[in-house]
């Protein structure tokens, strides 16, 4: 079927560095793109959205950047903080059965201080 | 927290016994989804119910089975249940089934069969 995938399974970055994590997606009908933050223990939570029809999305900290033309997501955290540490996954919705939450398999980011 | 519970937190069963797993949804959600995450891995769609019909499914065998009650409260349950079902089962409700809408998860039960 159709996949989500990231591109590092471990990011290793300073406190107070900005940190780039990244998503590809295979399936050009996708609709939706959610990043999660899931720290050990604990259920994903969710961290920012974007849908298809935008290309850049601000949050508090994070911003979600979505290039459709080569199916790339990317999720950018600005002055990482050690409870940034967790795992990141990005989740796409528009394919598969009925609405479901197509995950990626994550990455694992660490922050020294 | 999002105000999705799950119970039970933890859970230890044997091999070809049956399973229970409750979810409580975020108030005023219709909509919850089921999911089993592996160590390691990110969580796989199990079904997803609406208005206490199942609105679909992931590539689960049959003995997955799911309800939801007129409240949209749901459970999971599984039969005869194998080794490699041990896993984190994760309950995610949302406001409505539509595409758009994001999905608040809870802690999940970990089940461990032995």
């Known amino acids: 079927g159709e996949s989500v995938g990231l591109h590092l399974p471990t990011l290793s970055v300073q406190e107070g560095d900005n940190s780039i994590i990244n998503c590809a997606y295979s399936n050009s009908a996708s609709d939706y793109f959610i990043w999660y933050k899931q720290e050990s223990g604990k259920g994903p939570q969710f961290i920012i959205d974007i849908r298809s029809n935008m290309d850049k999305r601000q949050g508090q900290r994070v911003t979600v950047l979505l290039n459709k033309t080569v199916k790339h997501l990317s999720l950018q955290i600005a002055a990482t903080q050690p409870g940034d540490s967790a795992v990141y996954f990005c989740a796409e919705k528009g394919s598969g059965s009925g609405y479901a939450l197509n995950f990626g398999k994550g990455t694992s980011l660490l922050v020294t201080p | 927290e999002t105000g999705v519970t799950q119970s039970p937190t933890h859970l230890i069963k044997t091999r070809g016994q049956q399973v229970t797993l409750r979810c409580s949804s975020q108030s005023g959600h219709n909509t919850v989804s089921w999911y089993q995450q592996a160590l390691g891995q990110g969580p796989q769609f199990i079904f997803q119910?609406?208005?206490?019909?199942?609105?679909g499914r992931g590539n689960f065998p049959p003995r997955f089975s799911g309800l939801q009650f007129p409240n949209y409260s749901s459970e999971l349950n599984v039969n005869a249940l194998e080794l490699d079902d041990s896993a984190l089962y994760l309950c995610?409700?949302?406001?409505?089934?539509?595409?758009?809408?994001?999905?608040?998860f809870g802690q999940g039960t970990r089940l461990t069969v032995v």
């Open positions: 119910y609406y208005r206490e019909e199942e609105n």
């Open positions: 995610a409700s949302s406001l409505d089934r539509s595409v758009n809408t994001e999905a608040f």
